[in-house]
C-alpha cells in the first residue's frame, strides 16, 4: 500500500471512529497492518475500534505494540493506552504509574500538559490503600512541582490521609510536614478536623516544649471549638505545667472549667503518673519525680473525694504515699506538707463515709494538738453521733449550732429547735444549721410545715449536700407529695449514691411509687460494688423485686447472699422459703422454714408454710400434723382449716386409688367438716366452696352403700339452718350437696371457667345415678351439664379438658349425638395432642360405632401420649377381644396392674375364669404362662375384690365367687355367691348357674343344709344339681337320702364315665352303712365300664385289702393299673403296688414301687410320706437314704426328724424337728415329737447312747403318725412329765 492510500485509509478509520462505526474501521486498521505490520497508528486505531466493540483483551494488545513500535516522540500510542487504562484500571497499579512517567516525559515541551499529567499520577499514587516509602516521596517531589495552589492542597491532604493509615516513623514525620505545609494555608475546614487531630496528637507527643504545642493545641481550639480531643490537651498540658512548677489546683480548675472539660476526661490524666508509664518521657526529659508522682495522686485523690467515689480514694492515697516515702529529704517542707494534706484527707473521708468511732481513734491517736484543733468541729460531731454527749459537750465551747445538734440527737426537740434558731441568728448562712433545724421541724409535728422552709435553705445553700435532699424528700412523704419526694430523694442519690442510707429511702421510695425495674438497676448495682456484709438491705429487696419479677432463682440466690451478712434473720429465711415455694422446691422451702422456726419458735407463718410445703410435697400425714399445730396457736384460722380439708381430701384420693374404701370415707367426712368451718367462717371465699364441692362429689367413685357425714347446714336446701351438727347422707344426697357448692363458688366468682367444668362433672355423675325410670330427669341433668360446660369453654376456650367433657356428655346415651361428640373430641385432641383421656373417647366413640380401626388409631394415640393411663389399656383390649387377639387378656391385665378401673379388673377376671373354664390343657405353654406363671387367679381375685362393691351387677359377683372358690377361700366365695343371687332378679336367666355355683361352694364350706335349700329352689334340678344334693347328704351323714339322689343321678346319666362314678360313690356309701358285700357288688359294677372310675377302683383294692381278700384285690389293682396315667392315678397305682407287695414281705419291691411314683412326681407328698413311713418301720437301714431324698418337702419334716433319730442323729433330729414347729406351730404332732427329741437328746448327753425307753418311746411316736395323734396326745405328754 503506497503512502497516499494509507494516509487516505487513516483518514477513513478516523472519521469511522468518530461515526462509531468500529466494524469498518476494524477491517481498515487489519489491511493497513497487512501491509504495514508495524504501523503504530493502525495499531492504536484498532484498540480503539476494539474497545468500541468491548473487546478489551485486544484492544490492551494494540496499544501495547502500538507503544512499542511507536516513534521517539510519538505520544498517541501512550495516550491511547492511557486512556485505556484509566477506563479500565489494571490489576498491576504500576502499569499506570510507568504510562503516566512516559507522558510526562513526552510533555516536556508542553508545560500545561505535564502540570496536568503529575497531578494525575500524584492522585493515581494517592489512591493505593497501603503507604510505601516510594510512593511517599514521588507524591511529594510531584507536589512541590505543581503550581496550581489548590492541586497542590488537595495532593498533600490526599498524602496525609495515606500517611495517617500508617504507623511507620518516616509516615508519621512526612505528616508533620504536611500538616505544616498545609496550616499556612488551610481554612481548617470541618472536614479536615480528622487530619488536625492526627497531627496534633502527633506533637503532643514528640514536642519537649510544652508551651509550643500549646500554642499550637489554641490555635486548633480556636478553629474547632467544640472537638474535645484538643480540650483534653489544653487541659493536660495545663495540668503538666502546674505540677512541674508548685501544686497550683486553681490553675488546672481553672482550665478544666474554661475548656468544659469532664471530671472523668481530666481523672485519666493521672492514672498516667505511675512510674514507667510512657507519658512520664512526655513531661520532661527525665523520669517523672517521686514529689511529681505524689502531686498527681493527691490531687487524683480529691477530684475523687469531690465526685464522692469515696471506695476509690484510699487506694490513691496508698499511691501517694508510696511515691512521698521516695521524696528526698532536702524537700522536707514539701513531704511535710503533702502528709498533712493526706492526713487531712483521710480524715475527712472517714467522717464523710460517717465512720465516726475511726474519726475519734485518728484524732485520739494523733496526739497532736494542732491536727485536734484543726479539726476540733468534726471531732466534737463525731462523739455526737456515736453518743457520747459527754465528751461531746467538753470540745462544744459556745457553739449553739453543735449544742442544739446534740440535743436533737438527744430526741430534746425544743432545746433544739430553740439553740438552733439562735444559732441561725447568727450564722444565717450556715447549710448545716439550716439542715438541723429542718430535722428537727420535720420531727416535730406541730412545726413540720416549718421543715419545708429551712431544708430548702440548705439546699440552695448547698447544693451538692445530699442530706438536705434526702430528708427534703423525706418531707414530702411525709406530707403527701410523692412527686417532689421522689425527686429530691433522687437528686441526693445522685449527689452520694454510696451512702446506705440514701439509696435505701430511694430505693424503698421507687418501690413505693411502682418504678421496680429502676430501683432493680440500683440494687444490682449496689450489690456488685459493695460487700455482702455491708448490702444486706440491697440484696433482701432486690430478692423481693426477683419475686415480683417471676424470677424465683434469682431471688432465691439474692436471699441467699443476705443470710451470709445475717444468718440469724428469721425474716430472710422466710422470704428465701417463699422464693423457693414459688418456683415449687418444697423440700428446700420446708428446710428453710425450719430454719426460721429456730430463730422465732413462735412463728406462724412459718408453721403454716411447712405445712402447706409438706401437703404440696404429698407428705400428707406430717402436713396433717402441722396444720392440728397451726389450728392449736390460732383457732379458726381459716387457711389452716382449708389446708386441712385439702389434705384430708388428698388422703381420700389415695384410699381411693388403692381400693380402701373405708379409709376414704372417713377422710371425706373430715374434709367436709372442715371446709364446712372454713366456709362458716369466710363464706365469700370460693376456693373453700370448690374444695368443699370437690370432697363431696369424691363419693360418686365409693360404694353406692357408703353413708358419709354432712353437717346440716349444708343438707339444708333452703339455706336457713346454722347447724353444724353432722348428719348422714348417701351418696346420691352428696353428690347434689356439692352441686350447691360448685353453684356457690361460681356465683361468687362467675368468671372461673374451672368451677362451670366442675359443676358440669357434678350433674354428669348425679346423671348416670339416676334409674331407669327417672330417664326425664337425667336428660334434663344431662342437657344442664352441657350448658354448664358450654359456659366454661365461653370462659376459656384453650382447655382441651372441658372439649373432652362436653363430648363426653354427648356420648351419654339419653342425648347421644354421634356427630357433636365426635366434634368436641377431635377439638380436644387438636388442641392437646398429648392428652390421653380425649384419645381415649375418641376411642370409645369410635369403638361405639364399630369402627374398630379408627378406635386402635385412637387409643394407640392415647398410649403414646399418656403409657401410664389405664383407660387407653383398656379400650385396645375391648379392640383386642373384638376381633378375637387372644392378646387381649394379656392387655386387660396390664391395665389392672397400671391401676384402679371397673372394666379393665372385671374384664380380666372373666378372661381368666374363662381360660381356667376352657381347660386347654395344664401343660400347654400358655395355661402354663398366662395362669400359672403370672399367678392370674390370685392377682385377679385380688383385683376383683377391690372394686366388687363399685359393680353390683350378679356376674361380677359370680366371677368374684368362683375365683374365691379356685383360690380354697370357701366362705368368701359363698359370701360373694350368696351376694349374686341376691343381686340378681328371679327372671334372671343364669339364677339357675348362679345358685348351682352356689350350692357347691355352700357343700365344701361344710353348711349342707343351706347347700339342700339352694338346690331346692331350682325349678329343674340338672344332673350336677343331683350330685352335689347327693354329695351334701352323704357329708350330713344323711346316708338314706345321699342313697335315693345316687339312685336318682344314676337314672338321669348316659355316659358310662359318669355311671362308673356313681357305681364307686354307692359302694363308699355302702361301706359307711356297713355292708361290704353290696359294697363289693357295687365296685365290681364300677370296674366293668370302660372308662372306669379311678376312685372307685382304688376303694375296691382298699375294701378287698381290709377284708383280706388277696385276689380280689389283685383283680382290682390290674383294672386300676390299666386306668390312663395322671397325676392322682399314678400315685393310687404305686402305693396299691406298695402295699401288696409289702403285704407279700417284698419290702424292697414296695419301695421301688414308691420310689417309681416320686421320680415320675417328685411333689407327692403323699408318695413321700409313705415311703419314709415304711423306710422307719421296716427298713431302719435305709432310712438315712431316703432322708436325703425327702429332706426339702416340709410336709414331711415331721418323719424326716424321726428318720435322723432312728438312725442315731440326734443334733440333726433335734433341728428338723424345731425347723417343722416353726413352720407349723398348730400342729400338736411336731410339739409332741419334740418332747420325744429332747428327751433322746439329754438321754444321750448323760449316758452316751440312747435307752431302750427312748427308742420305744420314737416307735410309739411313729406310729401314732400313722393313726390319730390328737387322741393320745394329753397321754404322752402325762408320760414325758414323769
Known amino acids: 500500500m503506497d503512502a497516499k492510500a494509507l494516509k487516505s485509509s487513516l483518514k477513513t478509520a478516523v472519521e469511522n471512529i468518530k461515526l462509531k462505526k468500529y466494524v469498518e474501521t476494524v477491517k481498515i486498521c487489519k ?109 511529594f517531589e510531584l507536589c512541590s512541582q505543581l503550581s496550581d495552589e489548590f492541586e497542590q492542597s488537595e495532593v498533600r491532604k490526599g498524602l496525609a490521609e495515606l500517611c495517617m493509615k500508617s504507623e511507620v516513623t518516616e509516615a508519621k514525620v512526612m505528616l508533620h510536614e504536611l500538616c505544616l505545609l498545609l496550616s499556612q494555608t488551610s481554612s481548617f475546614p470541618d472536614d479536615e478536623l480528622d487530619l488536625w487531630e492526627t497531627h496534633t496528637k502527633y506533637i503532643y507527643e514528640k514536642e519537649e516544649h510544652l508551651k509550643l504545642v500549646l ?36 490553675l488546672v480548675d ?170 441561725l441568728v447568727e450564722s444565717p448562712k450556715s447549710v448545716e444549721v439550716n439542715l438541723w433545724l429542718g430535722q428537727v421541724c420535720y420531727l416535730t409535728p406541730e412545726r413540720l410545715s416549718e421543715a419545708a422552709k429551712y431544708l430548702l435553705t440548705a439546699a440552695k445553700l448547698d447544693p451538692t449536700n445530699e442530706e438536705s435532699f434526702l430528708f427534703l424528700g423525706l418531707y414530702y412523704n411525709k406530707i403527701g407529695d410523692k412527686t417532689k419526694g421522689l425527686k429530691c430523694i433522687k437528686k441526693a442519690y445522685s449527689l452520694n449514691a454510696a451512702d446506705d442510707k440514701i439509696c435505701l429511702a430511694y430505693v424503698d421510695e421507687l418501690m413505693a411509687l411502682g418504678y421496680n425495674n429502676e430501683a432493680k438497676e440500683i440494687l444490682v448495682r449496689t450489690t456488685q460494688l459493695a460487700s ?43 422470704c428465701l422459703a417463699d422464693s423457693y415455694v414459688k418456683r415449687g422446691s418444697y423440700a428446700p422451702a420446708i428446710l428453710a422454714f425450719t430454719e426460721a422456726l429456730k430463730i422465732n419458735p413462735n412463728s406462724f407463718y412459718s408453721k403454716y408454710s411447712i405445712a402447706l410445703s409438706k401437703y404440696k410435697l404429698g407428705l400428707n400425714s406430717e402436713s396433717l400434723e402441722q396444720y392440728l399445730e397451726v389450728l392449736s396457736m390460732k383457732p379458726g384460722y381459716i387457711p389452716a382449716l382449708k389446708g386441712l380439708g385439702d389434705v384430708h381430701l388428698a388422703v381420700a384420693r389415695e384410699a381411693l386409688n388403692q381400693c380402701i374404701y373405708g379409709k376414704a370415707v372417713s377422710n371425706i367426712n373430715s374434709a367436709v367438716s372442715y371446709l364446712t368451718e372454713a366456709a362458716v367462717g369466710r363464706p365469700n371465699l370460693s376456693c373453700i366452696w370448690k374444695s368443699l364441692g370437690d370432697a363431696l362429689n369424691l363419693t360418686f367413685h365409693l360404694p353406692l352403700n357408703s353413708r358419709y357425714k354432712c353437717p346440716q347446714l349444708l343438707t339444708d336446701i333452703t339455706g336457713s339452718s346454722k347447724d353444724l351438727t353432722s348428719v348422714e347422707v348417701d351418696g346420691r344426697t352428696a353428690l347434689a350437696i356439692a352441686s350447691r357448692c360448685y353453684s356457690q363458688c361460681s356465683h361468687l366468682n362467675p368468671n372461673h371457667s374451672q368451677s362451670w367444668h366442675d359443676l358440669a362433672v357434678n350433674y354428669l355423675s348425679q346423671a348416670k345415678l339416676l334409674s331407669e325410670d327417672q330417664k326425664e330427669k337425667k336428660r334434663s341433668m344431662l342437657l344442664s351439664a352441657v350448658q354448664f360446660c358450654l359456659k366454661a369453654l365461653s370462659l376459656d376456650r384453650g382447655i382441651a379438658e372441658y372439649y373432652n367433657l362436653l363430648g363426653v356428655l354427648y356420648l351419654q346415651p339419653d342425648i347421644f349425638d354421634a356427630l357433636a361428640a365426635q366434634h368436641y373430641l377431635i377439638l380436644a385432641v387438636e388442641l392437646d395432642q398429648k392428652n390421653a383421656v380425649g384419645w381415649t373417647n375418641l376411642g370409645s366413640l369410635y369403638l361405639k360405632q364399630d369402627k374398630v380401626t379408627l378406635a386402635h388409631k385412637a387409643f394407640s394415640a392415647a398410649q403414646s401420649a399418656d403409657p401410664k393411663y389405664v383407660e387407653c389399656w383398656v379400650g385396645q383390649a375391648m379392640v383386642a377381644q373384638i376381633i378375637g387377639d387372644n392378646e387381649a387378656m394379656d392387655l386387660f391385665r396390664h391395665a389392672t396392674d397400671l391401676g384402679h378401673n371397673i ?274 418301720e421296716h427298713m431302719p437301714e435305709s432310712s438315712e437314704s431316703v432322708l436325703r431324698l425327702c429332706d426339702s418337702v416340709n410336709s414331711v419334716q415331721m418323719l424326716a426328724a424321726v ?80
Request: net charge negative.
Open 215 to 250: 500554642q499550637w493545641t489554641d490555635k486548633m481550639l480556636r478553629a474547632y471549638p467544640h472537638c474535645s480531643t484538643f480540650s483534653v490537651i489544653v487541659a493536660e498540658i495545663h495540668c503538666q505545667l502546674s505540677v512541674c512548677g508548685s501544686f497550683d489546683s486553681q
Open 532 to 574: 455482702v456484709e455491708h448490702c444486706k438491705w440491697a440484696w433482701f429487696r432486690l430478692g423481693n423485686l426477683m419475686i415480683q419479677d417471676g424470677n424465683f432463682t434469682e431471688a432465691a440466690n439474692c436471699f441467699q447472699q443476705a443470710l451470709r451478712s445475717d444468718s440469724k434473720d428469721s425474716n430472710c429465711w422466710e
Open 1203 to 1282: 428318720a435322723r433319730l432312728s438312725s442315731g442323729h440326734v443334733t440333726s433330729a433335734l433341728r428338723l424337728i424345731q425347723k417343722a414347729t416353726h413352720t407349723y406351730p398348730g400342729d400338736s404332732s411336731n410339739w409332741v415329737l419334740l418332747l420325744c427329741v429332747v428327751r433322746a437328746a439329754r438321754s444321750a448327753a448323760d449316758t452316751g447312747h440312747m435307752t431302750d425307753s427312748t427308742e420305744s418311746s420314737l416307735l410309739a411316736v411313729s406310729n401314732m403318725h400313722r393313726t390319730d395323734m390328737k387322741e393320745s396326745l394329753l397321754e404322752w405328754l402325762n408320760y414325758f412329765t414323769h
Open 903 to 1176: 372394666e379393665g379388673r372385671l374384664s380380666y377376671a372373666q378372661w381368666v375364669l374363662q381360660t381356667l373354664i376352657e381347660n386347654k390343657g395344664d401343660n400347654s405353654e400358655y395355661f402354663k404362662y398366662s395362669i400359672e406363671k403370672l399367678e392370674a387367679v390370685p392377682t385377679s381375685c385380688y383385683a376383683l375384690g377391690n372394686i366388687i362393691d363399685m359393680v353390683p351387677v350378679a356376674q361380677a359377683f359370680d366371677t368374684y365367687g368362683l375365683l374365691l372358690e379356685r383360690l380354697g377361700l370357701y366362705k368368701m366365695a359363698a359370701k360373694a355367691l350368696t351376694d349374686c343371687v341376691q343381686i340378681a332378679d328371679d327372671d334372671c336367666p343364669n339364677m339357675v348357674h348362679y345358685r348351682s355355683n352356689l350350692a357347691r361352694v355352700l357343700c365344701k364350706t361344710g353348711d349342707y343344709n343351706s347347700c339342700l335349700d339352694q338346690l331346692k329352689l331350682q325349678a329343674h334340678q340338672s344332673e350336677y344339681d343331683v350330685s352335689v344334693a347327693a354329695l351334701a347328704c352323704y357329708k350330713k351323714r344323711a346316708y338314706s337320702e345321699s342313697w335315693e339322689k345316687y339312685k336318682e343321678l344314676l337314672e338321669m346319666v348316659e355316659s358310662d364315665e359318669m355311671k362308673s362314678h356313681i357305681y364307686a360313690a354307692l359302694g363308699m356309701l355302702s361301706v359307711k352303712c356297713g355292708d361290704a358285700e353290696a359294697a363289693k357288688t357295687f365296685f365290681f359294677q364300677c370296674s366293668q365300664y370302660d372308662a372306669a372310675s379311678t376312685q372307685g377302683l382304688a376303694a375296691f383294692c382298699s375294701l378287698a385289702l381290709l377284708t383280706g381278700e388277696g385276689e380280689l384285690a389283685v383283680a382290682a389293682l390290674t383294672e386300676l393299673l390299666r386306668c390312663p396315667d395322671d397325676a392322682d392315678t399314678v400315685r393310687l397305682k404305686c402305693m396299691f403296688s406298695s402295699y401288696m407287695e409289702a403285704l407279700k414281705g417284698e419290702l424292697f419291691v414296695s419301695r421301688n414301687h414308691l420310689l417309681k411314683g416320686i421320680h415320675s412326681n417328685p411333689l407327692d407328698l403323699a408318695l413321700h410320706s409313705q415311703l419314709l413311713t415304711l423306710s422307719v
Open 31 to 139: 489491511d493497513i497492518l497487512a501491509a504495514h505490520p508495524q504501523h503504530s497508528r493502525a495499531l492504536v486505531f484498532l484498540g480503539k475500534a476494539a474497545e468500541g466493540l468491548n473487546k478489551t483483551q485486544i484492544a490492551l494488545e494494540s496499544y501495547q505494540k502500538a507503544t512499542e513500535y511507536a516513534e521517539d516522540g510519538d505520544m498517541l500510542p501512550w495516550q491511547g493506552l492511557c486512556a485505556f487504562y484509566e477506563k479500565h484500571a489494571p490489576k498491576d497499579p504500576t502499569l499506570l504509574s510507568d504510562v503516566y512517567t512516559k507522558l510526562i516525559e513526552l510533555y516536556s515541551s508542553n508545560k500545561q500538559k505535564e502540570l496536568e499529567t503529575k497531578y494525575k499520577l500524584c492522585k493515581h499514587l494517592l489512591n493505593q490503600a497501603t503507604y510505601t516509602k516510594e510512593v511517599a516521596a514521588k507524591c
Open 254 to 423: 481553672l482550665a478544666t472549667v474554661k475548656l468544659n472539660l469532664l471530671t472523668s476526661q481530666l481523672l485519666n490524666f493521672f492514672n498516667r503518673f505511675l512510674p514507667g508509664a510512657p507519658f512520664t518521657d512526655s513531661i520532661c526529659p527525665e523520669k517523672l519525680s517521686p514529689q511529681l508522682q505524689c502531686c498527681g495522686f493527691l490531687f487524683q485523690a480529691r477530684k475523687l473525694f469531690e465526685m464522692k467515689s469515696f471506695k476509690q480514694v484510699p487506694a490513691v492515697l496508698e499511691k501517694a504515699l508510696l511515691a512521698l516515702n521516695h521524696v528526698p529529704r532536702c524537700l522536707s517542707t514539701c513531704v511535710s506538707t503533702y502528709k498533712q494534706q493526706m492526713d487531712d484527707l483521710k480524715l475527712l473521708l472517714n467522717f464523710k463515709q460517717k465512720k465516726y468511732q475511726e474519726v475519734i481513734n485518728v484524732c485520739n491517736d494523733e496526739g497532736n494538738a494542732e491536727f485536734v484543733k484543726r479539726h476540733c468541729r468534726m471531732l466534737s460531731i463525731s462523739y455526737i453521733e456515736v453518743g457520747n454527749f459527754t465528751k461531746a459537750e467538753s470540745m462544744l465551747g459556745e457553739d449553739k449550732a453543735l449544742q442544739g445538734y446534740m440535743e436533737l440527737k438527744q430526741d430534746s426537740l425544743s432545746e433544739a429547735f430553740n439553740l438552733l434558731t439562735a444559732a
